[in-house]
C-alpha cells in the first residue's frame, strides 16, 4: 500500500508517498518550512500544498510534535499552544479532504526502526530515544507501541531530563562529546531504573555521530544507532496511517 507520510516539526514539515510492504521512498522527500505562528490553521494550510505537491487522495500519516490521543494534541512541543485540545485529525482531514491520522512524531521515528530499521525481528522491550533539541521517545513490547512515553520529561538532576541530556544541551553547555556523553549515559541509567528494555535505539541528530560517545554509555540493555535516520518520522507515519486505517 501506498501513504503519504507527513513528519511534522517546529522548523520544517516534510513528506513523501511512501510504500508502506518495505518502507522505501516512492517519491523524492519535499519540504516545506513550519510557518510562525505554527497555528492549527497555518500548519493545515502547508499540509494542503504538500498534498497539493503529490497530487495526492489517499489517506495520510503525520507524526506530530505532541502528545495524541485520539486524534486529539493534548500538548504542543515547538508549535504554538493553541494545538493543545485541538484535534489535529479532524482539522487536517477537512483542510486537505484526505482521511489523516495523527501519531506522535517520536512514535511514528520508533515504529519505523522497529519495522524497517535497527529493531525488525527484535522480540522483548525496545526504547527508542531521539537525540534533538529534545529527547524523543518511543515504548514498544514485542513489536507493539506504547504511545505517548515522555521519556526525555522526568527529572534529571533537578532539571527537565532533555535540557540536562539533550543534544542542544551539549551546544548549549560547550560540552566535549566525552563530557557531553557521560551526562547522556547519566540520563540512560536513570532512564533505567524505572524500565529494563532489551534494546535500546538511539536516533535523531546526535546518532550521525554515535562513534563520538558510545564508548561512554554503559547501559544493561545493548544499544544501537538508528539505521533510517531522516526519513523514520515519514515511514512511521505512514506504517501508523496504514495499520489505522485497515482498522476503521
Request: aromatic fraction near 8%.
Amino acid at each position: 500500500m501506498k501513504i503519504l507520510g507527513v513528519d511534522i516539526g517546529g522548523s520544517g514539515i516534510k513528506g513523501a508517498i511512501i510504500g508502506t510492504k518495505t518502507g522505501a521512498l516512492v517519491t523524492e522527500r519535499h519540504r516545506i518550512a513550519t510557518p510562525q505562528p505554527a497555528t492549527p490553521v497555518t500548519i493545515a494550510k502547508t499540509l494542503k500544498k504538500l498534498v497539493t505537491h503529490f497530487d495526492w487522495e489517499g489517506p495520510i500519516g503525520c507524526g506530530f510534535p505532541a502528545v495524541i490521543q485520539n486524534g486529539v494534541a493534548k500538548t504542543a512541543s515547538n508549535i504554538d499552544d493553541a494545538w493543545i485540545g485541538t484535534n489535529a485529525a479532524k482539522v487536517f482531514s477537512k483542510k486537505t479532504g484526505c482521511p489523516v491520522f495523527i501519531v506522535n512524531d517520536a512514535d511514528a521515528a520508533g515504529l519505523a526502526e522497529v519495522t524497517f530499521g535497527a529493531g525488525k525481528d527484535r522480540k522483548g522491550v525496545i526504547i527508542t530515544i531521539t537525540i534533538g533539541t529534545g529527547l524523543g521517545s518511543g515504548t514498544f513490547i514485542d513489536g507493539k507501541l506504547v504511545p505517548n512515553t515522555e521519556f526525555g520529561h522526568f527529572n534529571l538532576n533537578g532539571d527537565i531530563a532533555e535540557k540536562y541530556a539533550s543534544d542542544a544541551a551539549r551546544k548549549r553547555d560547550g560540552l566535549s562529546w566525552k563530557k557531553w556523553g557521560r551526562r547522556f549515559n547519566e540520563y540512560l541509567q536513570a532512564l533505567e531504573t524505572f524500565f529494563w528494555p532489551d534494546l535500546i535505539i538511539l536516533g535523531g541528530g546526535a546518532s550521525k555521530k554515535h562513534e563520538k560517545f558510545f564508548q561512554y554509555l554503559e547501559t544493561r540493555a545493548k544499544i544501537v544507532p538508528a539505521q533510517l535516520r531522516n526519513e523514520a518520522g515519514m515511514v512511521g507515519a505512514a506504517l501508523f496511517a496504514e495499520r489505522a486505517h485497515r482498522e476503521q
